[in-house]
């Protein structure tokens, strides 16, 4: 059964706090996926590695740095935390850019910056 | 800039009656469109992939049209049930190689009563 593992469910966090949350596929997908979803916005992409070490920006970087030193870790760095980043995050995994894999989710991190 | 928007937000039906519901995208160049489904807290999980060069695709009690020209996809569940209740989001891809980093709609929250 493929696996997309978010270790951490709830956080909470103080505003100017680095916070480190944490991705793990075991389907040896190439491509991960970082994305926020707020209410009434949906999903957003933050960040996308297409391989280890590679990695590009989605439609809203600012704020948020990654890390992929291994196949199967994702990591999203919240450097400075401020409040408006309050929000729940959504990792996931893709064999492939190309059209008609699957792509499987993680089940989320809920963020709360006070 | 793409833009996908879903309505209605929100939707309640007694069990066994069909649902409806709409995503529309402002720029018809799209790729790919795809469906998920959302339960309460979770991830999300593919339901329907829609090829631009298809006009429907189905999957048991779940059909989805697209008519690019329009800029529109409707998700069609036949004889709701209670356990359909879920938010149902829609996404679209633009271009061959860049499946997974999608524009999604804010999602319609369906609950289905018994």
């Known amino acids: 059964d493929v696996k997309v593992t978010q270790s951490s469910r709830y956080l909470v966090k103080r505003t100017g706090e680095k916070v480190f949350l944490e991705c793990v596929q075991d389907m040896d997908h190439e491509n991960m996926f970082w994305y926020r979803q707020d209410p009434g916005l949906g999903l957003r992409l933050i960040y996308f590695?297409?391989?280890?070490?590679?990695?590009e920006k989605g439609d809203i970087p600012e704020g948020y740095s990654v890390s992929r030193e291994k196949k199967e870790r994702f990591s999203l760095i919240l450097e400075s935390a401020s409040t408006n980043q309050t929000s729940m995050y959504l990792c996931?995994?893709?064999?492939?850019?190309?059209?008609?894999?699957?792509?499987?989710f993680g089940e989320g991190s809920w963020l709360t910056v006070v | 800039k793409q833009e996908v928007t879903q309505i209605p937000a929100a939707l309640s039906v007694p069990e066994g009656e069909n649902l409806v519901l709409n995503c529309s995208f402002t720029?018809?160049?799209?790729?790919?469109l795809q469906w998920f489904r959302q339960d309460p807290g979770k991830g999300l999980t593919s339901l329907l992939l829609?090829?631009?060069?298809?006009r429907e695709q189905t999957s048991g009690r779940l059909n989805a049209s697209l008519d690019k020209s329009s800029g529109r996809s409707t998700l069609y569940i036949a004889a709701s049930q209670p356990g359909d209740s879920a938010t149902y989001l829609c996404?679209?891809?633009?271009?061959?190689?860049?499946?997974?980093?999608?524009?999604f709609g804010a999602g319609t929250q369906v609950v289905v009563t018994p």
């Open positions: 996404a679209v891809s633009p271009s061959t190689d860049s499946w997974g980093k999608f524009q």
């Open positions: 996931a995994s893709l064999p492939n850019l190309f059209s008609g894999n699957t792509i499987y």
């Open positions: 590695s297409y391989d280890v070490k590679m990695k």
């Open positions: 720029d018809s160049a799209i790729y790919n």
């Open positions: 829609i090829q631009s060069s298809q």
